[in-house]
């Protein structure tokens, strides 16, 4: 069984940093994408950084590039995104998600709006940022 858990989040004021992280079991990240989307009220879902194996793609959602870093350690089967710099935008709640490798980063980075959804994600994690 697909299982994934996003922690880490919390209340921060713009400008400052969050690490969350992602505890994953039942796969192996060589045979699926992984990676984090984030969804504010009101508002769709928004990928926001994936990582591919399978092709060797890193993404970046443009509003988070230079700002956020997608990491992981494979042999802990473990995600983490560091997020510096964090704007009020950023509010939302982040989860992480892993979709079959052989569609790479493609769905995790426009979830739910190619006709098809992300294969698996877990609850996700509060992330507050303040003006």
């Known amino acids: 069984e697909v299982q994934l858990q996003a922690s880490g989040g919390g209340l921060v004021q713009a400008g400052g940093s969050l690490r969350l992280s992602c505890g994953t079991s039942?796969?192996?990240?060589?045979?699926?994408?992984i990676g984090w989307f984030r969804q504010a009220p009101g508002k769709e879902r928004e990928g926001v950084s994936c990582?591919?194996?399978?092709?060797?793609?890193?993404y970046y959602d443009d509003s988070v590039k230079g700002r956020f870093t997608i990491s992981s350690d494979n042999a802990k089967n473990t995600l983490s995104l560091q997020m510096n710099n964090l704007k009020p935008e950023d509010t939302a709640v982040y989860y992480c998600?892993?979709?079959?490798?052989?569609?790479?980063?493609?769905?995790?980075?426009?979830?739910?709006?190619?006709?098809?959804?992300?294969?698996?994600w877990g609850k996700g994690t509060q992330v507050t940022v303040s003006s």
């Open positions: 998600a892993a979709d079959r490798g052989i569609r790479g980063c493609t769905v995790i980075a426009a979830p739910g709006r190619l006709g098809v959804d992300v294969d698996y």
């Open positions: 039942g796969f192996t990240f060589d045979d699926y994408a």
């Open positions: 990582i591919s194996y399978s092709d060797g793609v890193t």
